[in-house]
């Protein structure tokens, strides 16, 4: 028997019991009392606390720190697979066995190719557009190219289309990148993993083969496979509300872009950066953090909407910072991250209300010291994201619960007025 929550409203004498599933309860359960007029609502800005879906893709424990994709904890994914394995396990519920890896790998490669009209879109942009906005639009554009991807409820079709934007995400994105700077476009090379041949479009020049340091790709798998997926976010939201009308993938997708292209959503790790370098040494650090307690500034890249602990994500990062300046020379500002952590880890101030470092406080380092510039780092959140996006999408699409998204308002403005014909309007 299913617990039950009583409620009893006594300006009426309404009682009711309502059933209790998965620790929620119903929203349309409330409607049954009537404040005046109106049937009772729950108003929650930003969906600090209401659940919109079921999923069985990501799981997060934010008081304990976990974060696991279809029940395998973040850190044995980052340790031991690869990004595409990771993407499989997202959208198929389960890792691959070698048989199922290969095929999915071939298929990947298959479709890494942009349409040759694409490129005209990608001229259209001006040299300075920022690389998110040609990523959103040209994801967009992929519909055009692919009508078939409105027959989603078709299982081979959806497959395929999945399979089409997981594949060209990165070439679209070195593209953008190769535009900013005025450099001919790189095509993909069917030699190179998935991660190796982004890394070689983005950077290859006049060499004959771009072969990258196995440390860095590592780092890249490693970067894309804890930004894979992170359950209900602000772009997943935005996936799902845009799909929920009938769109398709790329649709949906490029109003994830949209929402991630946000400095609240993606660009944190822009602004750990900014900060690092405002600070400019170690010596600096015990001024900087009282001012964070005095409120003149805010200590970006700790703390997180989820994460009441150390968020799983940065402790991989760390090790990973490791690996890349190995490659790349340290850079100084890592110092200054790691005293900034000190306090973070150590002083009441922070301990107290628990504002542990997040994914962004080390990613930034990383991917200014692979070489990209800041407006870049958005992009390479997005690129892995995408299989996330994708996983959420297909799961909505298959959900019979799943609804046209249409939240409740509580409207303020005025009632009934009569209208003023215009030459009496003062």
Known sequence: MADMLQIRYPATGVEAELAITDATIKAPDLRQFRIGEEPLATFDPGFMNTAVCRSSITYIDGEAGILEYRGYPIAELAEKSTYLEVAYLLLNGELPNPAQLADWELLITEHRMLPDKLRTVL?????????????????????????????FEDPAARDLNIARLIAKMPTLAAFAYRKGKARPYVNPDDNYGYCHNFLAMLFKQNERRYVADDRLVRAMEVLFILHADHEQNCSTNAVRSVASSGNDLYTSASAGIGALHGPLHGGANEAVLKMLREIG????????????????????????????????????????????????????LLK??????????????????????????????????????????????????????????????????????????????????EYVPMEQRG
Not at 291 to 312: C, E, I, L, S, T
């Open 281 to 332: 040494s170690v010596d600096r650090v015990p001024e900087f953090i009282e001012g964070v307690k005095a409120g003149k500034v805010r200590m970006m890249g700790f703390g997180h909407r989820v994460y009441k602990n150390y968020d799983p994500r940065a402790k991989i990062i760390k090790k990973s910072v490791e690996d890349v300046f190995e490659v790349t020379g340290v850079n100084p």
């Open 123 to 151: 001229a259209g942009f001006p040299y300075d557009a920022h690389p998110m906005t040609i990523l959103m639009a040209s994801v967009a554009a992929f519909y055009s190219f692919y009508p078939d991807a409105r027959n």
């Open 336 to 417: 200054v991250a790691q005293e900034l952590e000190k306090y973070g880890l150590n002083d009441d101030y922070f301990v107290s209300r628990r504002l542990y470092p997040n994914v962004d406080f080390y990613s930034g380092l990383i991917y200014e010291a692979l070489g990209f510039p800041p407006e870049m780092f958005t992009v390479l959140f997005a690129v892995p994201r995408t299989s996330g996006w994708a996983a959420q999408y297909q799961e909505f699409i298959t959900d019979p619960e799943q609804k046209i998204m249409r939240p409740k308002q509580i409207y303020t403005g005025a009632r009934t007025r």
